[in-house]
């Protein structure tokens, strides 16, 4: 898998969780740039969502298998949206905190999509 998209996904979701983070501190919710931050860091994952289905389609093989790839490929496109989706309902510093925590569990979705790629 292309390991630049991996580490531009992991450092704008550090990224994300830091701002969002911020905004908790200063008891804020998630505001409009906010959600343009989840926005950007959701097009990535589903570009490297994208990627990945097409190397396995082009025969290409994951070390840990190719169910597990997948699950791992859908469960990190999944965790920002679903954070955000949270965070509309929860319109207190908690939306913030929500984002951010949904953000760093995608960082470390994509620590372990490189092993479960490279092995």
Request: aromatic content about 10%.
């Amino acid at each position: 898998m292309l390991d630049a998209l991996t580490v531009a996904v992991a450092v704008t979701a550090l990224a994300l969780a830091a701002w969002c983070g911020y905004a908790a501190l200063r008891d804020q919710p998630t505001k409009d740039w906010h959600f343009i931050g989840m926005a950007v860091v959701s097009v990535l994952a589903l570009a490297q969502l994208l990627l990945g289905i097409v190397q396995l389609a082009r025969g290409e093989e994951a070390d840990e298998g190719a169910v597990i790839f997948v699950a791992y490929l859908i469960g990190a496109f999944a965790a920002v949206p679903a954070a955000g989706f949270l965070s509309l309902a929860e319109r207190t510093r908690w939306g913030s905190v929500t984002v951010a925590a949904g953000a760093i569990v995608l960082a470390v979705l994509e620590v372990r999509l490189y092993d479960i790629w490279n092995g």
